[in-house]
């Protein structure tokens, strides 16, 4: 189910840019589409950044339900899956990476003590 929703998400993230670069070219974009683009990556920029990240992943602060309601809205306008399933991955990829760290610490505290 994901491999289609990354080839959706890959595909017309595509077409769109190549879209965006014709209609540049052509000079139909103007200051409109400029400002709903800014505004649109703000708001997936604080949706995934604060919200599914700091907030929903690791709970860095408390939030009231409208922020939620609104980090997890802009969080999902990223297209990034549903915040349930990016959170799960990214505690996963948290765990593996501080475990890999430790084992490498360790390993490397070890070496260390055996070379006196
Ligand atoms: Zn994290």
């Excluded at 703000?42 to 950044?49: H, I, R, S």
């Excluded at 408390?62 to 990016?86: C, D, E, N, Y």
């Excluded at 990476?97 to 084992?103: A, G």
């Amino acid at each position: 189910m994901h491999v289609y929703h990354n080839f959706f998400v890959l595909a017309s993230s595509l077409l769109g840019t190549a879209l965006a670069l014709y209609w540049l070219c052509h000079g139909e974009v103007q200051t409109p589409e400029l400002v709903v683009c800014v505004i649109m990556y703000v708001l997936t920029g604080l949706g995934m950044e604060v919200g599914f990240h700091r907030y929903f992943t690791h709970k860095s602060f408390k939030a009231h339900p409208i922020v939620r309601a609104a980090l997890a809205i802009f969080g999902s306008m990223a297209a990034q899956t549903s915040p349930r399933f990016w959170v799960a991955v990214h505690r996963y990829h948290h765990a593996i990476v501080i475990s890999q760290k430790t084992f490498t610490l360790l390993y490397l505290t070890s070496k260390a003590s055996n070379n006196y």
